[in-house]
T-cell receptor
Framework: ELKVEQNPLFLSMQEGKNYTIYCNYS?????LYWYRQDPGKSLESLFV?????AVKQEGRLMASLDTKARLSTLHITAAVHDLSATYFC????????????FGTGTRLQVFP | NAGVTQTPKFQVLKTGQSMTLQCAQD?????MYWYRQDPGMGLRLIYY???????DKGEVPNGYNVSRLNKREFSLRLESAAPSQTSVYFC?????????????FGSGTRLTVV
């Protein structure tokens, strides 16, 4: 049974600093998703990583995937307050399926 | 605006009552999903529907039923609500289960069972 684990669960960081959120998953997966959720809001799709070595960037966020290590990272560069949110990674339950298993989320707070 | 619409946004039920959560999408997507979100547990899949007329169980289906009424609508029914079903429920959709894009989520239904 696939397990998806994120760390840290909570991250408080100062504006302008860099940090990385880690997402480990327990079985072979052909893709990995990252979502953002603001408090009391719905989930917004950030990145879809489709292959080993895939890297995608949007603004101050960069996501990468290492399928051999079963690891994805979400790197935050020069954090700003607007990035404060909860970030989830998700992987298909089994290979070549659509049922996503979500991690527990990383709550990010960026302070001045 | 195109997207996934959920109703109601908030609901309080007494234990044993029944209710149906409604979800509709106007993007002509084939696949639709129901998730629940609980603190510290991420999102867990309840049921999903790969196409009109088909449904299948997810991780936590017990206590729920679903109906894929047509391509647009996918409803979730609680026949006899229990306090353990207090949660935030999200409906999501996407064009095809092989589509390599993220889901489009609705705004959620916050359900409290007392």
């Amino acid at each position: 049974e696939l397990k998806v684990e994120q760390n840290p669960l909570f991250l408080s960081m100062q504006e302008g600093k860099n940090y990385t959120i880690y997402c480990n998953y327990s079985t072979t997966s052909d893709r990995l998703y990252w979502y953002r959720q603001d408090p009391g809001k719905s989930l917004e799709s950030l990145f879809v990583l489709l292959s080993n070595g895939a890297v995608k960037q949007e603004g101050r966020l960069m996501a990468s995937l290492d399928t051999k290590a079963r690891l994805s990272t979400l790197h935050i560069t020069a954090a700003v307050h607007d990035l404060s949110a909860t970030y989830f990674c998700a992987a298909p339950r089994t290979y070549n399926t659509d049922k996503l298993i979500f991690g527990t989320g990383t709550r990010l707070q960026v302070f001045p | 605006n195109a997207g996934v619409t959920q109703t109601p946004k908030f609901q309080v039920l007494k234990t044993g009552q029944s209710m149906t959560l409604q979800c509709a999408q106007d993007m002509n997507h084939n696949s639709m999903y129901w998730y629940r979100q609980d603190p510290g547990m991420g999102l867990r899949l309840i049921y999903y529907s790969a196409s009109e007329g088909t449904t299948d169980k997810g991780e936590v289906p017990n206590g729920y039923n679903v109906s894929r009424l047509n391509k647009r609508e996918f409803s979730l029914r609680l026949e006899s609500a229990a306090p353990s079903q207090t949660s935030v429920y999200f409906c999501a959709s996407r064009e095809n289960w092989r589509e390599y894009y993220g889901y489009t989520f609705g705004s959620g239904t916050r359900l409290t069972v007392v």
